[in-house]
């Protein structure tokens, strides 16, 4: 019934303390996010920036111009209209407030049984983070797949080319729904180069020409491993790339198993093989294979080096034969019609077919005269890595891997490493790439929470000069992680990065309801009512508001828990992890918080009596 401007000024009086500390706390929570480093860091760093900068400006906007919107666009008699759909909505409401009001009463003075279902809350909230599966960052459809193809040791080019060509053509012909082009390229891999190796780049359509699940790149991918298992000449393998490209070229894990205890190639070889064989039947994994090529056949060119200095020959002279004559070397550049062309020399392809051929090479010694190699050297053929493939200083093997349909890359990577542990002492393993990153994540999970939540209670400590109201607050934590996990755990996501995010917008959100009904709660006791009378008051009067922003908040992130297409993967993890914990943390936070206030408010000392009063008790006083 007040004027606009009076209804102003009074509700500015008790809520600015309630907006600044739930913005206070909305951005405080994110600001250890921005000190983390790594790839991680790079992308808590967005998040923290954007969310900070944006709870600055919405405190100072609703301080500062909306209470002069609201004295001047509002009318009299608004929000006490009896008719139409508001009336009909108010009539509704005003039914929900009272039957609320019940249950909360019932709650507080049954507080103890009230405490120990809370703790009943924390314990499962606790046995289900545990719980989670674990990752690093959701897999996205970024419309490409990559294939990968690898034929045995010793395979021709030719026989390569034919294998890419049934790849090109599966895709081309039997996918052609999602695909829109393929890239075949021969010779070369992600494993390494080579005659018998190969790689397809396939380009999909646009996301909204592959609006049903059966166009996406993860089953068109699934489709095409299901195809390929049928050609016998090579190992193929149809992968989808990761999120960020600069952590790998496939989605899964990456480990580098190394030889630690100088063992030599071949145990480190048998060592491979045992774990691949283990890994083929283990539930939990899938695609697991070498990341470099198999060893191939070699032959090796071994140089008296006494003969060559007896005939006027120098390594150096020897090697630069070698590399030109089979390999091919750059000579000089000339000028064609006005554009500058490379010269390389390379033996003729009849005279370097055969090993026999080194025999019809010759080598200009000191005297300029021509030595044939079969004067100083012999060969012989050898079986060996195509390549020296070291990580952190140990010679080493890429194993690349994915997790079964249902199993999370956390669970994956935990099973690989059992795997391991079985193998012979000596062989060591460390993660890189995305793996790499995952544990990083994991391991600064844990931390990144318990600093969030830090900051947050030294916060509103100052803010409000007191212990009793952050540590109420901060009891509701739990009620909104608990929709976050379940939810997450629903929709079968993991706990990954984008997980975090959302797990500390859902700690913000859950504080900011509680910091409205404690910071008005806190006013009446100050005012002289009790504890019990001022949480019920509280709780009431701050129902509405707290409904209010808790809805506002789910509609806003229910786009990002319906997305599809580009980006869908972070946008999920995001959106159902808040929604769950909005919808925990309002449900349950607006029964428990008046439980919290009137449980740890009970050690407060009696609000002070006013010196007025004092003097008028002091001459009433009867003789």
Same mark, same amino acid.
């Given at each position: 019934?007040?004027?606009?401007?009076?209804?102003?000024?009074?509700?500015?009086?008790?809520?600015?303390?309630?907006?600044?500390?739930?913005?206070?706390?909305?951005?405080?929570?994110?600001?250890?996010?921005?000190?983390?480093?790594?790839?991680?860091?790079?992308?808590?760093?967005?998040?923290?920036?954007?969310?900070?900068?944006?709870?600055?400006?919405?405190?100072?906007?609703?301080?500062?111009?909306?209470?002069?919107?609201?004295?001047?666009?509002?009318?009299?008699?608004?929000?006490?209209?009896?008719?139409?759909?508001?009336?009909?909505?108010?009539?509704?409401?005003?039914?929900?407030?009272?039957?609320?009001?019940?249950?909360?009463?019932?709650?507080?003075?049954?507080?103890?049984?009230?405490?120990?279902?809370?703790?009943?809350?924390?314990?499962?909230?606790?046995?289900?983070?545990?719980?989670?599966?674990?990752?690093?960052?959701?897999?996205?459809?970024?419309?490409?797949?990559?294939?990968?193809?690898?034929?045995?040791?010793?395979?021709?080019?030719?026989?390569?080319?034919?294998?890419?060509?049934?790849?090109?053509?599966?895709?081309?012909?039997?996918?052609?729904?999602?695909?829109?082009?393929?890239?075949?390229?021969?010779?070369?891999?992600?494993?390494?180069?080579?005659?018998?190796?190969?790689?397809?780049?396939?380009?999909?359509?646009?996301?909204?020409?592959?609006?049903?699940?059966?166009?996406?790149?993860?089953?068109?991918?699934?489709?095409?491993?299901?195809?390929?298992?049928?050609?016998?000449?090579?190992?193929?393998?149809?992968?989808?790339?990761?999120?960020?490209?600069?952590?790998?070229?496939?989605?899964?894990?990456?480990?580098?198993?190394?030889?630690?205890?100088?063992?030599?190639?071949?145990?480190?070889?048998?060592?491979?093989?045992?774990?691949?064989?283990?890994?083929?039947?283990?539930?939990?994994?899938?695609?697991?294979?070498?990341?470099?090529?198999?060893?191939?056949?070699?032959?090796?060119?071994?140089?008296?080096?006494?003969?060559?200095?007896?005939?006027?020959?120098?390594?150096?002279?020897?090697?630069?034969?070698?590399?030109?004559?089979?390999?091919?070397?750059?000579?000089?550049?000339?000028?064609?019609?006005?554009?500058?062309?490379?010269?390389?020399?390379?033996?003729?392809?009849?005279?370097?077919?055969?090993?026999?051929?080194?025999?019809?090479?010759?080598?200009?010694?000191?005297?300029?005269?021509?030595?044939?190699?079969?004067?100083?050297?012999?060969?012989?053929?050898?079986?060996?890595?195509?390549?020296?493939?070291?990580?952190?200083?140990?010679?080493?093997?890429?194993?690349?891997?994915?997790?079964?349909?249902?199993?999370?890359?956390?669970?994956?990577?935990?099973?690989?490493?059992?795997?391991?542990?079985?193998?012979?002492?000596?062989?060591?393993?460390?993660?890189? =790439?995305?793996?790499?990153?995952? +544990?990083?994540? @994991? $391991? %600064? /999970?844990?931390?990144?929470? #318990?600093?969030?939540?830090? *900051?947050?209670?030294?916060?509103?400590?100052?803010?409000?000069?007191?212990?009793?109201?952050?540590?109420?607050?901060?009891?509701?934590?739990?009620?909104?992680?608990?929709?976050?996990?379940?939810?997450?755990?629903?929709?079968?996501?993991?706990?990954?990065?984008?997980?975090?995010?959302?797990?500390?917008?859902?700690?913000?959100?859950?504080?900011?309801?509680?910091?409205?009904?404690?910071?008005?709660?806190?006013?009446?006791?100050?005012?002289?009512?009790?504890?019990?009378?001022?949480?019920?008051?509280?709780?009431?009067?701050?129902?509405?508001?707290?409904?209010?922003?808790?809805?506002?908040?789910?509609? =806003?992130?229910?786009?990002?828990? +319906?997305?599809? @297409? $580009? %980006? /869908?993967?972070?946008?999920? #993890?995001?959106?159902?992890? *808040?929604?769950?914990?909005?919808?925990?943390?309002?449900?349950?936070?607006?029964?428990?918080?008046?439980?919290?206030?009137?449980?740890?408010?009970?050690?407060?000392?009696?609000?002070?009596?006013?010196?007025?009063?004092?003097?008028?008790?002091?001459?009433?006083?009867?003789?």
């Amino acid at each position: 019934g007040l004027s606009p401007r009076e209804a102003t000024r009074r509700s500015m009086d008790q809520i600015s303390g309630a907006l600044v500390g739930i913005a206070l706390v909305l951005a405080v929570v994110f600001i250890p996010m921005a000190f983390f480093g790594g790839s991680v860091g790079m992308i808590y760093r967005q998040f923290s920036i954007t969310i900070v900068a944006s709870m600055t400006l919405s405190v100072a906007v609703a301080l500062i111009l909306t209470p002069a919107l609201c004295a001047t666009l509002l009318k009299p008699g608004h929000g006490l209209t009896r008719k139409g759909p508001f009336g009909l909505f108010n009539r509704g409401y005003d039914g929900f407030g009272r039957g609320y009001q019940w249950v909360v009463t019932g709650l507080v003075r049954h507080r103890w049984f009230a405490m120990l279902g809370f703790a009943a809350i924390v314990a499962a909230v606790a046995a289900l983070f545990v719980r989670m599966p674990t990752g690093f960052l959701p897999e996205e459809d970024q419309g490409a797949i990559t294939v990968q193809v690898l034929l045995p040791p010793g395979s021709t080019m030719e026989r390569t080319r034919a294998v890419i060509d049934q790849v090109g053509k599966h895709f081309v012909e039997g996918e052609k729904d999602a695909v829109a082009s393929a890239l075949m390229i021969t010779g070369f891999g992600f494993s390494g180069r080579g005659q018998n190796s190969g790689l397809t780049f396939i380009r999909l359509h646009p996301w909204d020409q592959r609006n049903r699940p059966e166009l996406s790149a993860k089953a068109v991918a699934g489709r095409a491993m299901a195809a390929f298992s049928k050609i016998k000449e090579a190992v193929i393998f149809a992968v989808v790339p990761p999120a960020i490209s600069e952590l790998g070229n496939a989605t899964g894990f990456q480990l580098q198993l190394q030889d630690r205890g100088g063992l030599g190639h071949d145990a480190l070889i048998a060592a491979r093989d045992q774990l691949l064989t283990l890994a083929a039947d283990d539930p939990t994994l899938i695609r697991v294979r070498q990341g470099g090529l198999e060893d191939t056949p070699q032959y090796k060119i071994e140089v008296d080096r006494e003969k060559a200095a007896a005939l006027g020959l120098s390594l150096a002279d020897i090697n630069a034969t070698l590399a030109a004559t089979w390999g091919g070397s750059y000579v000089n550049d000339f000028i064609d019609r006005g554009r500058t062309k490379r010269v390389y020399l390379q033996g003729d392809a009849p005279y370097r077919m055969q090993p026999e051929d080194i025999d019809r090479w010759y080598v200009r010694n000191r005297l300029g005269e021509m030595v044939p190699f079969s004067a100083f050297s012999t060969g012989r053929w050898s079986f060996g890595s195509p390549k020296l493939d070291r990580f952190s200083g140990f010679p080493t093997i890429l194993i690349q891997g994915e997790a079964a349909p249902g199993s999370s890359s956390g669970q994956a990577m935990a099973a690989i490493e059992r795997l391991v542990e079985q193998l012979p002492e000596g062989i060591g393993h460390e993660w890189s =790439g995305l793996s790499y990153e995952e +544990r990083v994540a @994991g $391991a %600064g /999970a844990m931390s990144l929470y #318990a600093l969030s939540l830090l *900051v947050v209670f030294l916060c509103l400590a100052a803010l409000y000069e007191s212990w009793s109201i952050p540590l109420s607050v901060m009891l509701v934590v739990p009620l909104g992680v608990l929709g976050a996990v379940v939810t997450t755990l629903v929709f079968g996501l993991a706990n990954d990065v984008y997980f975090q995010v959302g797990l500390l917008t859902t700690i913000g959100l859950s504080a900011k309801n509680a910091i409205l009904i404690v910071e008005f709660a806190k006013e009446l006791r100050e005012q002289g009512q009790g504890r019990i009378e001022a949480a019920l008051g509280a709780a009431k009067a701050r129902l509405r508001p707290i409904l209010m922003t808790s809805l506002a908040f789910v509609l =806003g992130v229910l786009p990002l828990a +319906r997305s599809h @297409g $580009a %980006g /869908a993967g972070a946008q999920n #993890a995001i959106g159902i992890a *808040v929604i769950g914990g909005v919808a925990t943390g309002t449900i349950l936070g607006i029964l428990m918080v008046p439980v919290f206030f009137v449980v740890i408010a009970r050690k407060d000392p009696k609000a002070p009596v006013p010196k007025d009063i004092q003097a008028d008790a002091v001459v009433e006083r009867p003789r």
